[in-house]
């Protein structure tokens, strides 16, 4: 009857409006902008954002009243998810560390493919047959549990890493120290090529006497520069590649001894080298556009 009467257009579903939103578009795009003040400013202990306390700043803010479920699902429709925090020293220096990657970092980029130079960033980082873990599905309730020995073992590793994605390492029983900040570079030159313009942090093995010997005897072909000072975000290696190779490559990989470990460090290199564009990524995830 309805189409007889109607036509095609009666037929169509009228899905009811609803209950009319509690806070105006405008409104709803204010909320981002009040959240960037922290935590603190709206007198809360640490800068954490939680749903209640998101529910509060908007009750105090905009006059509306939200329960805690609401609030996640607004924060969602705002593109804003949980998310752990980066640890930062508090003596970082933002300007120093900003200029850098927007003005310096040009600089060598230019000049190693003028100067015909490999360009490598390098880092340190140590591994444990610990296992990196990482998600997995299991009965509600029921965490699995992964059997570990606890164990001050390990490989110290020394890496280097380029803009075109190649991956160098040297990994070591005993600790890192300034003959290993020698002996990588002259691993490089034997496998990416003699002439060199390395960029690492201020670590103490990388100002050692004899580092500043070895560089000085190469007569220009290996070139130093350093990064700003508590700025591990600016290296590739830091927040990219070694949390690649431990929390994916070697996620849950329990190791019975430093054999093994370093067995299945090499074997996690090997995937990482065959993965170019992930190298890549990870200096885009550092801020340094190639």
């Known amino acids: ?37 922290g935590a603190e400013a709206y007198g809360f202990r640490g800068e954490a954002w939680t749903c209640a306390r998101t529910a509060r700043v908007i009750q105090e803010e905009l006059g509306t009243r939200y329960h805690e479920g609401h609030v996640s699902r607004l924060l969602r429709g705002l ?54 873990l990482v998600r997995t599905y299991a009965p509600r309730a029921q965490p699995p549990v992964v059997r570990e020995k606890r164990t001050r073992d390990h490989r110290s590793v020394m890496g280097g ?8 390492t040297l990994a070591r029983r005993e600790p890192l120290n300034g003959s290993h900040s020698v002996e990588f570079p002259v691993h490089l030159r034997r496998a990416a090529g003699e002439r060199l313009l390395v ?28 990064l700003p000072g508590y700025a591990p975000d600016l290296n590739p290696w830091d927040e990219g590649g070694w949390n690649h190779l431990k929390h994916v490559e070697t996620g849950h990989v329990v190791c019975r001894d430093l054999e093994e470990l370093h067995e299945q460090f090499h074997l996690a290199i090997s995937r990482l080298r065959q993965k170019p ?13 190639l």
């Open 277 to 289: 564009r992930l190298a890549q990524a990870c200096f885009a995830q550092a801020g340094l556009w």
């Open 199 to 226: 960029i690492r942090d201020g670590s103490p093995i990388h100002r050692r006497g004899a580092v500043q010997e070895f560089v000085a005897g190469t007569e220009g072909k290996v070139r130093a520069e350093a």
């Open 1 to 37: 009857m309805r189409a007889r009467s109607g036509g095609p257009e009666a037929l169509r579903s009228r899905p009811s409006p609803g209950r009319p939103p509690k806070l105006s578009a405008a409104q709803k795009r204010r909320i981002p902008e009040l959240l960037w003040h």
């Open 161 to 168: 890493m380029t803009p075109e994605g190649k991956v160098y």
């Open 79 to 132: 593109h804003w998810t949980p998310q752990v925090p980066i640890r930062r020293a508090t003596q970082r220096d933002e300007d120093a560390i900003r200029r850098w990657r927007e003005e310096v970092w040009p600089g060598p980029r230019h000049r190693a493919r003028r100067e015909r130079r490999v360009l490598v960033f390098e880092d340190e980082s140590g591994f444990y047959p610990v296992p990196g």
